[in-house]
Every structure is written in C-alpha cells, then in structure tokens.
Nanobody, 124 residues
C-alpha cells in the first residue's frame, strides 16, 4: 500500500521554527509532484508549497521567504522547514502526491495521495 506520513508538528511561539517531515512508502519509482497543504477548521484546504517533477518549487505568498523544501531521496522523505512562524500559520498540515508521470508532465490538477495530517500551533 502507498502511504504518506507526516511528523514534526507541534506547538511553538511566534517567530519560532519547525521542520515537518513526510515519509513516502509503497510508491512505484516514477516522478511525482509533491506538495504541502494546510487547513484551518471552517476553511478550505490551501496549498502552501509545491515541488514539481523537475524540482521547481512554488510557495504561497503568505509563506514565501519563510518556508523552504528539502528532500532525502534515499529515505523517500520530503521536508518543509518553517521559519519565523506566525499565529496565522496554525493549521493541520498535510503532505500529498499527485498520480505521478513523466518528468516533462505538469503536475496533475488534483493530488491523489495524502498523509493523515499533523497539527502545527503557533502562539503569539
């Protein structure tokens, strides 16, 4: 079975940092677009950051300059380092993958593989 599992969440004060991890298992070795989403109760899930098949990254305006991607391909792990956290970053964070495809393909319009989510709480 394919599986994504997040870790590294928790509670921090504003201005602090957290590093989220997403370990992937059971996936066939093709190229995937990968992303981090977050959701606050009562609001729609929003994409925070996306890593395309060819390694390009995009970030939501609200996190640009504060959040970064890194990977450990040997461990099938994707990281999201979050610096200078703000109370408005409080949410459940999810990692996700699309259906996969050739390197030249754009990311699928929807993500099909999701982790269970992890809570990040930033206090003022």
């Amino acid at each position: 079975d394919v599986k994504l599992m997040e870790s590294g969440g928790g509670s921090v004060q504003a201005g602090g940092s957290l590093k989220l991890s997403c370990v992937a298992s059971g996936f066939i070795p093709i190229k995937y677009c990968q992303a981090w989403f977050r959701q606050v109760p009562g609001k729609e899930r929003e994409m925070v950051a996306q890593l395309t098949r060819d390694g390009s990254t995009t970030f939501a305006d609200s996190v640009k300059g504060r959040f970064t991607f890194s990977q450990d391909n040997a461990e099938n792990t994707l990281y999201l380092t979050m610096n200078n956290l703000k109370p408005e970053d409080t949410a459940v964070y999810y990692c996700a993958r699309d259906k996969g495809g050739p390197l030249s393909d754009a990311c699928s319009p929807s993500y099909v593989y999701w982790g269970p989510g992890i809570q990040v709480t930033v206090s003022s």
